[in-house]
């Protein structure tokens, strides 16, 4: 049993903490009110996932192999490397999460000047009264 422990989780405790950080992010987006407090927490969520896509990179413990998914040969090994057992990352999650990282600094920038444009629209970032005004400009036949 503590075998088993150490096998699944404790070696994967990386994974376990991006996943409670993805949890904390998506909680936050979903339960807030308050338009940056969402923003904030799909910050978070983005970030947890880049943890977790880098934390597949790491290729030389074969970590992934007792959860049963397959790891492919990393497109840069030397030889002496694989002799000796080296401990490796495969580059391309990390460079793929570079232009992620780009484009989640792009949609938060977005996000935020769209949330300026609501309150200078509803002069408030609560996600109820918003949705509270917007019915009294409806019946009121201003839109």
Known sequence: MMEWIT????????????????????????????????????????????????????????????WGLKTQTPPILWTEAAEKGYIYANPLPHVLMLTGIVVSAATTAVALAIVIRIYQKYGTIEEDEIIQKEMEFERAGVI
Do not use: C, M, P
């Open 7 to 66: 096998v699944h989780v404790l070696e994967k405790y990386n994974f376990w903490i991006a996943i409670l950080i993805i949890i904390i992010g998506l909680t936050a987006t979903i339960v807030k009110e308050n338009l940056v407090k969402k923003l904030i927490g799909l910050s978070i969520f983005q970030t947890a996932f880049f943890l977790w896509v880098v934390s597949l990179g790491d290729v030389g413990r074969n970590i992934l192999t007792t």
